[in-house]
């Protein structure tokens, strides 16, 4: 019989969203740390809203299969419905004895013990990001119109120069996305996930 060889095709496709990294994972502790109690349970409501789940579907009687129920010896038992899980991380807001830790315990070896989604991973940085502006360190460049006159070339740019007319090009965010995945994707498989920073940033951040 011949032998079957793997034929890998290249591909522009990215690496999907659903796609999940182990909740033993290190990393995802330390990412889960950094953020505060009512971080963490606005993210856990994030993951179960109804739109989510294809991508961030917890850990449930309903979904668990044969094997993970004679295995299970979790300290958690499995909610029943995404509307029980809800209840009870909404309850948590209000629950002083609850602390952080106890919290992350209960994501990653309880209601996500399968694991999180990179597109969970993506919103626990952005969420990050959101409740601490200097999390990360900044690099911001401005686009200026170029002269046409060497001379004025050579002179440094004032700070308070004020152009209102200045043809500056319009970047859709979206547009960008897929240009950078198109031209990326070829030499190395990545993740993206689009965020949309509000006031008083007004940012378009790719991750």
């Known amino acids: ?39 963490l349970i606005d993210l856990a409501l994030l993951w179960l809203q109804e739109e989510n789940q294809a991508t961030c579907a917890p850990y449930l009687t309903s979904n668990r299969n044969l094997e993970e129920e004679v295995d299970e010896d979790y300290l958690w038992s499995p909610a029943e419905t995404i509307e029980e899980l809800r209840l009870t991380y909404n309850s948590m807001r209000l629950e002083t004895n609850i602390n952080k830790r106890f919290i992350i315990d209960r994501i990653l070896d309880g209601d996500w013990r399968r694991g999180l989604s990179l597109y969970q991973v ?19 460049l401005k ?20 152009i209102d007319s200045a043809p500056y090009p319009t970047i859709s965010p979206s547009t960008f996305l897929q240009n950078l995945q198109h031209e990326v994707s070829p030499i190395v498989k990545a993740h993206y996930y689009l965020h949309q920073i509000h006031t008083p940033q007004n940012l378009s951040v790719i991750r």
């Open 143 to 162: 686009l200026v119109p170029r002269s046409n006159n060497e001379e004025d070339e050579e002179q440094p740019v004032k700070k308070k120069r004020k």
């Open 1 to 39: 019989m011949v032998p079957r060889h793997c034929v890998r095709a290249s591909t522009t496709a990215s690496v999907p969203s659903a796609l999940r990294v182990p909740s033993t994972t290190k990393s995802l502790l330390r990412s889960l740390v950094r953020l505060s109690k009512p971080s």
């Open 122 to 140: 993506a919103t626990i940085d952005l969420q990050c990001l959101n409740e601490n502006d200097k999390a990360f360190r900044w690099t911001a």
